[in-house]
């Protein structure tokens, strides 16, 4: 009897997650020319991750200003600031309201091949990722693209969302299992490796087609980003096994850049300056 009444608890809480899966799914971008369609998951409002991210960036920037590593080098910091005022107007391609947001644009000194934009658009670039690979206009709109467009395709809130149901599902879980401590760890990963890992590299995916578009349409040459995993393939030494890894492999994430350049190298063609 009481086996009978987890399985209906569990059954019941399992029910309302895939209600509560299909009233939340939604689309966050228009599809472009690149033809994103994915149906997203959102149990966060858009307005608590923007909320978030703006006070996380405010902190991020405090540090830098402390450790006197904040906007160092002006030409560097007038240059993505530049590229960025090109790109911002393109992001209505996908939303409306994106060139209305309250983009800001910084730059960090620091070694690390980094560079990304939090819910709301705001982007940080690290010294680094320009100075050592060394960048092209067309390559900082590339990675600037591609970081934009996590920003639209708002996968931040999806990862919490995604999160949030993981943590619903496994204690799911633990009323059915009766599994606990270090063992119900275990399942949180085995989950987590098994739901979690895939969606990422589908954010990843859906961000570098949607950045191409955002370069193309801006002047920039979509094929950049193809030079930039080209590069980045020679210094990761051919990078880890794609199964293992929350990006798709080089050879694999070159090839998928390949195709989609040339699906919006026309637009490139009719933006660039003449």
Known sequence: MMKFMKLVKT??????????????GTQTTKQGAVGIERQQLMMFSEQEMNQGAERAYDAILKEARQKKTLNTDAKMVERIRIIANRLIPQTGVFRKDAPRWDWVVNLIKSDQLNAWCMPGGK?????????????TDDEIAAIMGHEMA??????????ASQAQLTQVGLAALQVFTGIQGPALDATALALNVTLTLPNSRTHETEADRMGVELAARAGFNPYAAVNIWQKMSKMGNGGAPEILSTHPAHDTRIKDLKKYARRVEPLYFAAKPR
């Open 11 to 24: 059954l019941f809480i399992s029910l309302s997650l895939i209600s509560l899966s299909a009233c939340v």
């Open 150 to 159: 996590h920003a639209l395709r708002e996968h931040g809130r999806e990862r």
């Open 123 to 135: 982007i940080a670039f690290y010294t680094g990722i320009i100075q050592k690979l060394k960048l």
